[in-house]
């Protein structure tokens, strides 16, 4: 296994919604990728969303916001970490910028959103 290193010109920019907006690190990973994610406000808008694989890794860079979890919300600030297993239903609602590391890497196939 060779190291990989993302450069900050090779991010991929991926707007989840108005709330939410992605910079991807491509990888090319199969076991593990990371994102820093900027949310300003709810997101998703309406209802949770889910990974049916990935464990989520969730690290705040700054901000607040708050991480609803199968009903239960927490405040989370700036330092502050949270995993999130496969299968839970979330939602954020803050104003933040989040590092997200899933194992194995995220994709869109194992993503699913419900209102």
Request: aromatic letters at 8%; one cysteine or more; proline letters at 3%.
């Amino acid at each position: 296994m060779i190291m990989k290193i993302i450069k900050k010109n090779q991010v991929e920019k991926v707007k989840n919604s108005h709330t939410c907006m992605v910079m991807e690190y491509p990888l090319r990973d199969t076991e593990i990728n990371g994102a820093i994610a900027e949310i300003l406000g709810r997101y998703p808008h309406e209802g949770w969303i889910m990974n049916m694989i990935c464990k989520e890794l969730v690290y705040v860079l700054s901000g607040k916001v708050d991480l609803a979890v199968l009903g239960k919300k927490v405040k989370l600030e700036e330092g502050d970490e949270a995993i999130i297993m496969p299968k839970e239903k979330f939602y954020w609602e803050g104003r933040c910028k989040l590092f997200i590391a899933c194992t194995p890497a995220w994709c869109s196939s194992q993503y699913k959103e419900e209102v």
